[in-house]
């Protein structure tokens, strides 16, 4: 490993780097994709519509008052306030066709809309929420889409799972590929570490500077991954300014932060593995590998 033997940032260094690479950048879109999936899930659920319907003798000062103990709740993130006047000009510009022509009286009450916190947005949640609001006798209705609300939590379930398991399944195959790599790198090396072992070095000195190049190894491989991730995330946020929301600052630190992470873990378990093997090998056996 010295310089007579090869230049430290060599051809077979090169190599090893663009393998790792590869695997930790495929390895952190499997996080990526993990991390949003969790953030789009919280993003669905709290963009969930629930209509409290409020009774017409509900004064202005009692809706305001009404409003603003709603926002004080745990369940409730945004609160949105529709007036009767409101209700009728939507129902008016939806329909092509004002109600009260034919009615002679506007059809419509006033409703406050409750935008929920995620973890809220299930149907047992909503539920005692329901039961909490019907007691204000001035609430005539509670109305949510319990139907689609099951469906997304289903489906945010099953999504779930199966990300998780796609991550378990990758971090193994990425565990394995670069052990593999790294394993060939060194088996080149292993006259060199029977030569120095026949030198009378010591084996954490002979494991030094093959650690030291495969930490490098991995900390190059995983800022290059981390470069490729973040240009991604870059392209689908430019084209769809909405996904900001889902991509948030704190997906990528956590996405690079573990890609950095099993970069340097997976290169120095899997160099100190293989660079053992060869030490507790006697010569004869190096020969028949």
Not at 125 to 153: A, F, G, H, R
Not at 173 to 202: D, P, Q
Request: one cysteine or more; hydrophobic letters at 45%; a neutral charge.
């Amino acid at each position: 490993m010295s310089r007579k033997n090869g230049t430290f940032f060599d051809m077979q260094f090169v190599t090893s780097c663009i393998s790792t690479v590869l695997v930790l950048t495929l390895l952190g879109m499997v996080v990526f994709f993990v991390m949003t999936a969790k953030n789009l899930s919280i993003y669905v659920r709290e963009n969930i519509d629930c209509s409290v319907i409020l009774s017409d003798d509900m004064k202005e000062p009692e809706i305001i008052s009404f409003r603003k103990g709603l926002e004080k709740e745990p369940f409730v993130k945004q609160t949105v306030y529709i007036s009767k006047e409101q209700a009728l000009k939507e129902a008016t510009e939806a329909m092509g066709a004002d109600p009260t022509e034919f009615l002679e009286y506007n059809p419509f009450t006033a409703s406050v809309k409750i935008k929920l916190n995620s973890d809220y947005a299930n149907t047992d949640s909503l539920q005692w929420i329901k039961e909490q609001l019907l007691s204000n006798k001035k609430v005539i209705e509670v109305d949510y889409p319990e139907e689609l609300m099951d469906s997304v939590n289903r489906n945010i379930r099953k999504i779930s799972l199966f990300l998780l398991g796609l991550a378990a399944l990758l971090t193994f195959i990425s565990f394995a590929l670069i052990n593999n790599t790294i394993r060939l790198g060194i088996y080149s090396k292993r006259f060199l570490i029977h030569t120095m072992k026949l030198v009378g070095a010591s084996w954490p000195f002979i494991r030094r500077p093959f650690m030291t190049r495969h930490v490098w190894i991995g900390i190059l491989s995983a800022a290059i991954a981390d470069t490729l991730l973040i240009g991604m995330a870059c392209f689908l946020a430019s084209n769809e300014p909405g996904l900001l929301e889902i991509i948030t600052p704190t997906v990528m630190l956590t996405v690079m932060s573990a890609v950095f992470v099993f970069g340097i873990t997976i290169t120095s378990l899997c160099a100190y593995i293989s660079i053992n093997k060869y030490l507790r090998m006697k010569a004869e056996d190096l020969y028949n590998l």
